[in-house]
C-alpha cells in the first residue's frame, strides 16, 4: 500500500530540444531524495513521483530551472455549477485566488473559471475542491466536451422549462384570485386549505434549487441571490401557513411567495436563452469547421474524417466546398472567399504555393493541398481560441460591480431588517412589517451587476471575430475604446507593403545595368521591403546578383560588403554623407518630393546612383485617417524613412503630425514620449520592428498578414491588411463600453429606486419578483444590441 506522503505530478517543461535534453533533465530529477521521474521529450512533460516529507513541487521546479529548463505557468479552465448571480461569482474568485501562486477570473455569463497556476502550486483537484469547499461544483472544461457540454446545458434547460410551467399551473389560480382582490373581492375565492396545497410544491419543489443555493453559500461563508429569494418567500409563506393552520384572521400571502419563485424561474430561463445568444459568435466558428476532407488513395478520391489528417498529409478540395485544414497548394488554380478570417468578401486567386485555411471556401477550381496545419493548429481553432479567452477575461471597468457584489446580499439583507423593524415599531402591525420586509428582499438581485460587463464584452468580441478584429482580452477592448492617439507605420501599414523600383539614376560614369547589378548583389538575402524592390527589378530584367564578401547590415541606415574585391554601400543618402560622398541634392530632393525612398549606392570613393523606391499608399488609407479624425483619433505616421519622403506620403495619406528617420529600436522610446504627455496612444504596425513598439503601446494593433513576432506583441490582431481595420477596432470598442456604461447604469438605478419603493411599502412582492426577474434579462437585452454593430459604419 503506498504511503500517504507518496503524490504524483505532471509539470509542462519548456526548452527541451532533443532527447539529451529529456535525459538529462530525468537523471537530474530523480538525484533528488524521493523522487522519481520520467521525462517526455514528445509531451513536453515530466511526470514524477515524489515523497513530500523530503521533496516539494518548489524542490522539483528549482531543479528544473536548474538543468536549464522552465516550467510555465498552467492555465486551468473549470466549468461551474450552481452560480445563480454575481455574488456567487465574486465567492469563487475570491476562494480560488486564496490559494497561493493562483490567479483566478470568474466570468458570471459564461458560468467558467479561468485560473493561472504557478507551477507545481495546485493540482486540479485542489481547484475542484475549493470551489466544492465555497458550495458549488466544478470540472475541467476540455475543447473536445464542448458539444457535450452544449447538450447538458440544453437538458437542464429543458428541465427548468419543465419545472417552470409545473409551477406556472399551481400558481395560476393563486395570481387569479389576487387580481379578484384588486377588483374589490376581499374575501377568499379559494378555499385556504387548497391556497396552501397549490402553494407548497411550489414552495418546496419547484423553489428547491433556491434552498439548495442558499444553503451552499451560507455553507461556503457566503450569500447570494437564492438566500435573498428564500428568505423572503419562506416569511412569506410560513405567516401564510400558520394563518392557515390556526384559523387565525389574517389575509394570507401564499400568492406571493409562489409568483416570486415562478416569476424568478421564468427570469433565469430568460436570462440562460439571452446569455445562449451572447456566445452564438464562437457557435458560428465551430461550426463552421469542416467534418470531412477529401484525400487521394490509390488513386481514387475519398473521403475521411478531417480530424484525421496529419501534417504533410495531401488532400483534395473541389469546388464549392469548404477546406479542411490549414495548407499550401501544390497543384491547381481557383479562388477562395475568406470572409470568415478577414470579414472581406470578395474571393483571393490562389495558385501552387498559396497559403489557404480551414473553413474557407473555395470557388471554382480543384485544388490539390498539402496539410500545414491540423486539429487545434488551424487558424481557425486559434481565432475560437483567442475569442474564448476574450470573453473570459475581466474589464477594469466591472471591478466597481463586483466590490458591489461582494457585499450586496448582506446589505440587502439589514435593509429588509431595517425596514421589517421601522414599519413594526411605528405601524405597530406586524404584517405589512414583514411584506414589506419581503418585497426589500425580493426586489434585490445582484445578477443584473454581474451580467452587466461580461455580456457586452462577449458580444463585442464575438462581432469583432466576425470582422477580422481579434480582441485579445477585455483590458484591451476597453482601453482601445479610450485612443485619442494612433501611431502607425508606414510601410505596409499606409502603404501596400510592396515598394517597387521606379527610378535609376546612373551618376559618376555608371551606367543602370551595373548599378542595378550592384545593389541587387548588396541586397541579395536581406528580408528588407527595399530589397526585396530592388531584387525583383534585377530578376525582371535578367541581371543574376554577383558574390559578396564581408557584407554588413547597418540598422536603419542600408547595407555594405565587398564584391569582386571593392568595398560597396547601398543606404539613405544620410549614409553616403557621413562617408563624406558628394551627393547630388538635386536629385535626391526632386524623388522625395515625389513620395519616394532614395537610396545611394557608392564606392569608397563616389557615388555611383540613385534607386528611387516607391511603395504606394493603400486606396483606403485616406478614407481610414479621415475616419479615424472624425472620431476624435489624431493620427501619428512614424518610418524609418526620410523626412521628404515621409511629408509626401503624409501630405497624400491626410496626416498632419508625422516622426521621420526613427530606427527600429527607437520606435518604441517615441510611443513612450507620447505617453509621458498623459495620451492614450495605439500603435498599428505588421513587421518584427514594430514589436517593441507594439508592446510599448497602451494598445498595439498587428494587421494579420503581418509576422507572427508582431501578432503575438499585439493586443488586437486584423486578420486584413488595412487601417479601416483599426478604425473598425476602436468603433467596436467604444460601442462595447457604451453598453457597459448603460448596463452599470440600469442595474445600479433598478436597485437604488426599488429599495426605496419595497421599503416604503410601495411595492407589492409579486411586483418586486417580476421586477427582479426582468433586471438580468434587460440588461443580457441590451447587450444583444451589439449585435447590430457593423464594420465600416
Known amino acids: 500500500m503506498p504511503s500517504s506522503s507518496q503524490q504524483h505530478i505532471e509539470l509542462p517543461i519548456a526548452g527541451m530540444t532533443c532527447a ?202 457566503g450569500a447570494n441571490m437564492d438566500v435573498l429569494v428564500a428568505l423572503g418567500t419562506s416569511m412569506a409563506y410560513l405567516l401564510s401557513a400558520v394563518v392557515t393552520l390556526f384559523g387565525l384572521d389574517q389575509h394570507v400571502y401564499f400568492e406571493a411567495a409562489a409568483a416570486v419563485i415562478t416569476l424568478v424561474l421564468m427570469g433565469k430561463l430568460l436570462e440562460a436563452r439571452a446569455k445562449a445568444g451572447t456566445s452564438a459568435a464562437i457557435e458560428e466558428l465551430v461550426k463552421l469547421q469542416p467534418k470531412t476532407a477529401r484525400i487521394e488513395r490509390d488513386g481514387e478520391i475519398i473521403e475521411v474524417d478531417a480530424a484525421s489528417l496529419k501534417l504533410d498529409d495531401i488532400f483534395i478540395v473541389r469546388a464549392g466546398e469548404s477546406i479542411p485544414v490549414d495548407g499550401e497548394v501544390i497543384e491547381g488554380d481557383s479562388s477562395v472567399v475568406e470572409a470568415m478570417l478577414t470579414g472581406e468578401s470578395l474571393p483571393v486567386g490562389k495558385q501552387a504555393g498559396a497559403k489557404v485555411f480551414a473553413a474557407t471556401q473555395n470557388q471554382q477550381g480543384m485544388l490539390k493541398c498539402r496539410a500545414t496545419g491540423v486539429g487545434s493548429h488551424t487558424v481557425l481553432a486559434g481565432i475560437i481560441r483567442l475569442v474564448e479567452q476574450a470573453q473570459g477575461s475581466k474589464a477594469p471597468i466591472q471591478r466597481l460591480a463586483d466590490i458591489i457584489s461582494g457585499v450586496f446580499v448582506p446589505v440587502v439583507v439589514s435593509i429588509s431588517l431595517v425596514t421589517f423593524s421601522a414599519w413594526w415599531l411605528i405601524g405597530g402591525e406586524f404584517t405589512p412589517a414583514l411584506i414589506n420586509a419581503v418585497a426589500v428582499l425580493v426586489i434585490a438581485c445582484p445578477c443584473a451587476l454581474g451580467l452587466a460587463t461580461p455580456t457586452a464584452i462577449m458580444v463585442g468580441t464575438g462581432n469583432g471575430a466576425k470582422a477580422g478584429i481579434l480582441i485579445r482580452n477585455a483590458e484591451a477592448l476597453e482601453r482601445a475604446g479610450k485612443i485619442r492617439t494612433l501611431v502607425v507605420d508606414k510601410t505596409g501599414t499606409l502603404t501596400l507593403g510592396s515598394p517597387t523600383v521606379t527610378d535609376i539614376v546612373p551618376a559618376g560614369g555608371s551606367d543602370e545595368h551595373t548599378l542595378l547589378r550592384l545593389a541587387a548583389t548588396l541586397e541579395q538575402g536581406s528580408e528588407h521591403p527595399l530589397a526585396k524592390a530592388v531584387l525583383s527589378q534585377a530578376a525582371s530584367t535578367g541581371i543574376a546578383p554577383a558574390a559578396v564578401t564581408r557584407f554588413a547590415a547597418l540598422s536603419g541606415k542600408g547595407v555594405s560588403g565587398e564584391i569582386d574585391g571593392a568595398p560597396y554601400s547601398l543606404g539613405s543618402p544620410a549614409l553616403a554623407a557621413e562617408r563624406g560622398l558628394n551627393i547630388d541634392q538635386t536629385t535626391v530632393a526632386r524623388l522625395q518630393q515625389q513620395g519616394k525612398t532614395v537610396v545611394v549606392l557608392a564606392s569608397e570613393k563616389a557615388v555611383l546612383g540613385y534607386l528611387a523606391i516607391a511603395d504606394a499608399l493603400r486606396d483606403s488609407s485616406v478614407g481610414a485617417v479621415k475616419r479615424l479624425k472624425a472620431m476624435g483619433v489624431e493620427v501619428i505616421m512614424l518610418t524609418g524613412d526620410n523626412a521628404a519622403t515621409a511629408a509626401a506620403i503624409a501630405v497624400q495619406a ?58 503575438e506583441a499585439a493586443d488586437v490582431t486584423l486578420m486584413r491588411n488595412d487601417l479601416a481595420s483599426v478604425a473598425d477596432a476602436i468603433d467596436l470598442s467604444r460601442a462595447t463600453l457604451r453598453k457597459i456604461r448603460q448596463n452599470l447604469f440600469f442595474a445600479f438605478i433598478y436597485n437604488v429606486l426599488g429599495i426605496p419603493l419595497a421599503a416604503l411599502g410601495m411595492l407589492n412582492p409579486v411586483i418586486a419578483g417580476a421586477a427582479m426577474a426582468m433586471s438580468s434579462v434587460s440588461v443580457v437585452s441590451n447587450s444583444l444590441l451589439l449585435k447590430r454593430w457593423r464594420e465600416g459604419q
Not at 660 to 680: C, H, Y
Not at 695 to 705: E, H, K, P, Q, Y
Open 20 to 221: 539529451a535534453c529529456s535525459a538529462r533533465l530525468e537523471k537530474n530529477l530523480n538525484k533528488l531524495p524521493g523522487v522519481k521521474a520520467a521525462v517526455n521529450l514528445a509531451s513536453e512533460k515530466a511526470h514524477i513521483e515524489f515523497d513530500s516529507t523530503q521533496a516539494s513541487p518548489a524542490d522539483l521546479v528549482k531543479a528544473i530551472q536548474k538543468t536549464g529548463f522552465s516550467v510555465p505557468d498552467q492555465e486551468v479552465v473549470l466549468e461551474l455549477e450552481g452560480m445563480t448571480c454575481a455574488a456567487c461569482a465574486t465567492r469563487i474568485e475570491k476562494v480560488l485566488n486564496k490559494i497561493e501562486d493562483v490567479s483566478a477570473t470568474v466570468n458570471f455569463a459564461t458560468e467558467k473559471a479561468r485560473i493561472r497556476v504557478a507551477p507545481g502550486a495546485a493540482t486540479l483537484d485542489t481547484l475542484i475542491a475549493a470551489v466544492a469547499k465555497a458550495g458549488y461544483a466544478a470540472h475541467e472544461s476540455i475543447g473536445t466536451s464542448r458539444e457535450e457540454e452544449k447538450q447538458r446545458r440544453a437538458a437542464a434547460y429543458q428541465k427548468e422549462l419543465r419545472i417552470f410551467w409545473i409551477a406556472a399551473a399551481l400558481t395560476l389560480p393563486l395570481v387569479a384570485q389576487m387580481g379578484a382582490m384588486f377588483l374589490g373581492h376581499h374575501e377568499d375565492v379559494l378555499p385556504r386549505w387548497l391556497q396552501w396545497a397549490l402553494a407548497t410544491p411550489v414552495q418546496f419543489w419547484a423553489g428547491k434549487r433556491f434552498y439548495v443555493g442558499a444553503w451552499h453559500a451560507l455553507r461556503g461563508g
Open 654 to 711: 491626410g496626416i498632419d503630425r508625422f516622426f521621420a528617420e526613427v530606427l527600429p529600436q527607437d520606435k518604441a522610446a517615441e510611443i513612450d514620449k507620447l505617453k509621458a504627455q498623459g495620451l492614450v496612444v495605439g500603435m498599428a504596425g505588421d513587421g518584427i520592428n514594430d514589436a517593441p513598439a507594439l508592446v510599448a503601446a497602451d494598445v498595439g494593433f498587428a494587421v494579420g498578414s503581418g509576422t507572427d513576432v508582431a501578432i
